[in-house]
């Protein structure tokens, strides 16, 4: 840590960026930060993995019935034929 260099702007970066990272909307962060324009807050938006594996993983579907193929559902397969 002793050869790490942190100013005032890194305090305020990485605050920031916990802030999103713990659920805080970029708007608030944006107010926070005393920014005039959500664009220039937007560069906290960029997410790492860990976020985009968790905004997967809460978008997974838990479905625990067998799925039907798509050519076995006569109401689908009626549809398409009537294109």
């Given at each position: 840590?002793?050869?790490?260099?942190?100013?005032?702007?890194?305090?305020?970066?990485?605050?920031?960026?916990h802030?999103?990272?713990?659920?805080?909307?970029?708007?608030?962060?944006?107010?926070?930060?005393?920014?005039?324009?959500?664009?220039?807050?937007?560069?906290?938006?960029?997410?790492?993995?860990?976020?985009?594996?968790?905004?997967?993983?809460?978008?997974?579907?838990?479905?625990?019935?067998?799925?039907?193929?798509?050519?076995?559902?006569?109401?689908?397969m009626?549809?398409?034929?009537?294109?």
């Amino acid at each position: 840590m002793a050869n790490k260099r942190v100013s005032p702007h890194v305090i305020r970066h990485t605050t920031a960026t916990h802030l999103l990272r713990a659920g805080v909307d970029i708007n608030t962060i944006r107010a926070w930060l005393g920014h005039v324009s959500i664009t220039t807050t937007n560069i906290y938006a960029e997410v790492d993995l860990e976020m985009k594996t968790k905004a997967l993983a809460s978008c997974e579907i838990q479905d625990d019935k067998p799925h039907q193929p798509w050519r076995d559902d006569k109401g689908l397969m009626e549809f398409l034929s009537n294109l």
